[in-house]
């Protein structure tokens, strides 16, 4: 089923066919991404990536967050208390009858996650995002990160 773009009133700068999503991603990338899922806590490698480096959108390739921003948030979900500037979008997500905001792609819409009132300083922000939504670039040298 063709996914809508979840940022009101604005197009993605990527578009592409549902078919060719679906040609591209994995499965488990296209029913996250584009259809909005979420994976199973605790399922993504990227829990324990602690090296240097760029997460970015597994769809589009767009940065998203820095490493010195991701922290462990016990949930069982990579989670990062800032994102890098304009890279991301968000929008109101009643579904489950929850009220949420849902975290996308500035670039391709894709659906990342949900961002909470509930992270570390400095922002107090909590970006809960699924590892299938998200593809690490290590820094050249692969150094350990420092910070949260």
Do not use: I
Not at 45 to 66: K, S, Y
Request: aromatic letters at 8%.
């Amino acid at each position: 089923m063709p996914v809508q773009p979840a940022s009101p009133g604005k197009s993605p700068e990527v578009e592409k066919s549902d078919s060719e999503w679906q040609r591209e991603l994995t499965p488990e990338q296209y029913r996250v991404l584009r259809g909005h899922g979420t994976e199973r806590a605790g399922t993504s490698t990227l829990n324990e990536e602690h090296r240097a480096g760029v997460f970015r959108c597994a769809g589009c390739g767009q940065p998203l967050f820095e490493s010195d921003a991701k922290f462990d948030s016990g949930t069982g979900w990579p989670s990062f208390f800032k994102p890098l500037d304009g890279a991301v979008g968000t929008s109101r997500d009643d579904a489950y009858n929850m009220e949420r905001t849902e975290v996308h792609c500035s670039r391709c819409h894709g659906h990342l996650g949900h961002v909470f009132p509930d992270g570390p300083r400095p922002t107090g922000e909590r970006y809960c995002m699924n590892g299938a939504a998200l593809a690490f670039a290590p820094e050249a040298g692969n150094k350990k990160k420092s910070g949260p």
